[in-house]
């Protein structure tokens, strides 16, 4: 066991804020890895050193491996913590670490490289005896996509094997679509993830999508953490979260749990994970989707409604120290909200508004937290995710929590740059959502539908 004393933050944004904060609330020096872009963020001012790790484009920085080793080793640090996106999902930096004696604060190499290839994480979570979405293996050819979707009713949903997010995902409602979206599919894999392959699986069109929060330990000591629902989505990117799923049964909530731990028993995961399902509430059935070996972006509802830190429970373990908590001492009470705020104009089709900020003044209230990297005069990069704040609030029930963040989400007072605070809001006041009749297409199908007529109402 070896006790951090120095971390490299290897992200930027909220969730290097988040790294941050932790490190400081466990005496670890932050150092933070920024671009050229980044030197002047709130990160940079909070980390106790900074070092430059190249150009504002991410390719020419935040994702390459050597440039954070170079930092990590130039500056000292003992570990690096990846946070999400950019390289967190990437064997290759925790491959690195190993190499240069450094403690990569996540899961396994093997883990990673395992979860990340989709149909083997399939056809393993198949082997324990979760089910699957009816599917198929490896498709090489548009040829054998045509054969194979025949054995399926459509729609039926085009997937990459190597990677996820929504990159590379397409449906085909009818064998003509398929013909067109196999060559888009195919090209979007291999420049999201420089892997062209794909496999197919049956679309469930009312579809929700849950994940179950992991932890575990070098010791093999394993705990979940409850369920989130992530099915609120726009081009498969999530919009809103929360936390328990308004569409799950205790039952079949505990069967996912069940299901989750199996498959992170299989392989002896370490650190943090997420084990996705899909929910098909008419049938009352769940499916097994995949793997994400890091923090997701979502984890503040599960922190809200359990009270444990999962970003210094990570580094924890990462250093080698036993899980700080039990099965046993994971108590959820209440509900949580997250809504994702981007600097984007939903009027406008959410075309991204970079830009500088005026006026930054998020709600402030005993069950409200904002997780952010903005404040008056940041200037929003073009470069990067268009993410600006995470509202996430707290409730004694459902309707309890989305009273609060309807609320806070009024007081929430941002100008210089568009927001997607006016749709979180006309969101929240929908009835579907409030009753929980929603899915993983409704925002799309419908929701925006509503949003746009509504905008052009106001405009005459």
């Given at each position: 066991?070896?006790?951090?004393?120095?971390?490299?933050?290897?992200?930027?944004?909220?969730?290097?804020?988040?790294?941050?904060?932790?490190?400081?609330?466990?005496?670890?020096?932050?150092?933070?890895?920024?671009?050229?872009?980044?030197?002047?963020?709130?990160?940079?001012?909070?980390?106790?050193?900074?070092?430059?790790?190249?150009?504002?484009?991410?390719?020419?920085?935040?994702?390459?491996?050597?440039?954070?080793?170079?930092?990590?080793?130039?500056?000292?640090?003992?570990?690096?913590?990846?946070?999400?996106?950019?390289?967190?999902?990437?064997?290759?930096?925790?491959?690195?670490?190993?190499?240069?004696?450094?403690?990569?604060?996540?899961?396994?190499?093997?883990?990673?490289?395992?979860?990340?290839?989709?149909?083997?994480?399939?056809?393993?979570?198949?082997?324990?005896?979760?089910?699957?979405?009816?599917?198929?293996?490896?498709?090489?050819?548009?040829?054998?996509?045509?054969?194979?979707?025949?054995?399926?009713?459509?729609?039926?949903?085009?997937?990459?094997?190597?990677?996820?997010?929504?990159?590379?995902?397409?449906?085909?409602?009818?064998?003509?679509?398929?013909?067109?979206?196999?060559?888009?599919?195919?090209?979007?894999?291999?420049?999201?993830?420089?892997?062209?392959?794909?496999?197919?699986?049956?679309?469930?069109?009312?579809?929700?999508?849950?994940?179950?929060?992991?932890?575990?330990?070098?010791?093999?000591?394993?705990?979940?953490?409850?369920?989130?629902?992530?099915?609120l989505q726009r081009r498969y990117q999530k919009m809103l979260e929360e936390a328990p799923s308004p569409a799950l049964s205790r039952g079949l909530g505990e069967e996912m749990e069940r299901a989750a731990l199996a498959l992170a028993h299989r392989i002896q995961f370490e650190?943090?994970?997420?084990?996705?399902?899909?929910?098909?509430?008419?049938?009352?059935?769940?499916?097994?989707?995949?793997?994400?070996?890091?923090?997701?972006?979502?984890?503040?509802?599960?922190?809200?409604?359990?009270?444990?830190?999962?970003?210094?429970?990570?580094?924890?373990?990462?250093?080698?120290?036993?899980?700080?908590?039990?099965?046993?001492?994971?108590?959820?009470?209440?509900?949580?909200?997250?809504?994702?705020?981007?600097?984007?104009?939903?009027?406008?089709?959410?075309?991204?508004?970079?830009?500088?900020?005026?006026?930054?003044?998020?709600?402030?209230?005993?069950?409200?937290?904002?997780?952010?990297?903005?404040?008056?005069?940041?200037?929003?990069?073009?470069?990067?995710d268009s993410l600006l704040a995470k509202i996430i609030t707290w409730g004694q029930n459902r309707l309890e929590a989305i009273s609060q963040m309807q609320k806070a989400l009024g007081n929430f007072l941002v100008s210089g740059v568009d927001t997607t605070i006016p749709f979180?809001?006309?969101?929240?006041?929908?009835?579907?959502?409030?009753?929980?009749?929603?899915?993983?297409?409704?925002?799309?199908?419908?929701?925006?539908?509503?949003?746009?007529?509504?905008?052009?109402?106001?405009?005459?």
């Open positions: 066991m070896k006790r951090i004393s120095s971390l490299l933050v290897a992200n930027r944004g909220e969730i290097a804020v988040r790294i941050i904060r932790a490190c400081r609330d466990l005496g670890i020096k932050s150092i933070l890895a920024a671009s050229e872009a980044d030197r002047e963020s709130l990160p940079a001012q909070m980390a106790d050193r900074v070092v430059c790790i190249g150009p504002p484009l991410a390719g020419q920085s935040y994702l390459k491996v050597g440039a954070m080793i170079m930092a990590a080793v130039g500056t000292g640090a003992e570990a690096i913590h990846p946070g999400y996106g950019f390289l967190a999902e990437q064997p290759e930096l925790p491959e690195a670490c190993a190499r240069y004696g450094l403690i990569f604060v996540g899961p396994k190499a093997e883990h990673i490289r395992q979860m990340g290839d989709k149909i083997l994480a399939r056809q393993m979570a198949e082997s324990l005896g979760i089910p699957v979405i009816p599917g198929s293996g490896l498709i090489r050819d548009l040829g054998q996509a045509m054969a194979t979707a025949e054995k399926f009713s459509y729609p039926i949903l085009l997937k990459a094997a190597g990677g996820g997010g929504g990159r590379g995902m397409k449906i085909a409602r009818q064998p003509g679509d398929l013909k067109i979206i196999f060559a888009e599919a195919s090209a979007e894999a291999q420049a999201a993830f420089g892997d062209s392959r794909l496999y197919l699986e049956r679309f469930i069109p009312t579809a929700r999508h849950v994940e179950i929060q992991i932890m575990g330990d070098q010791y093999r000591n394993l705990v979940h953490l409850g369920e989130r629902d992530c099915s650190n943090a994970g997420t084990v996705e399902f899909i929910l098909d509430p008419e049938e009352k059935k769940f499916y097994f989707m995949e793997m994400n070996t890091r923090i997701q972006v979502e984890h503040p509802v599960t922190e809200m409604i359990t009270g444990i830190d999962l970003v210094k429970e990570q580094i924890r373990v990462a250093s080698g120290q036993p899980l700080g908590f039990s099965q046993e001492d994971v108590k959820r009470q209440g509900h949580s909200i997250e809504c994702r705020i981007n600097a984007e104009s939903p009027e406008q089709g959410f075309h991204p508004s970079p830009g500088r900020i005026d006026l930054w003044n998020p709600p402030r209230g005993e069950r409200i937290r904002v997780d952010t990297h903005c404040h008056p005069g940041y200037f929003v990069p073009p470069y990067y979180h809001r006309y969101l929240l006041r929908n009835p579907s959502f409030i009753q929980g009749l929603i899915h993983t297409r409704w925002i799309e199908d419908i929701l925006l539908k509503e949003f746009e007529q509504n905008a052009r109402d106001h405009l005459c």
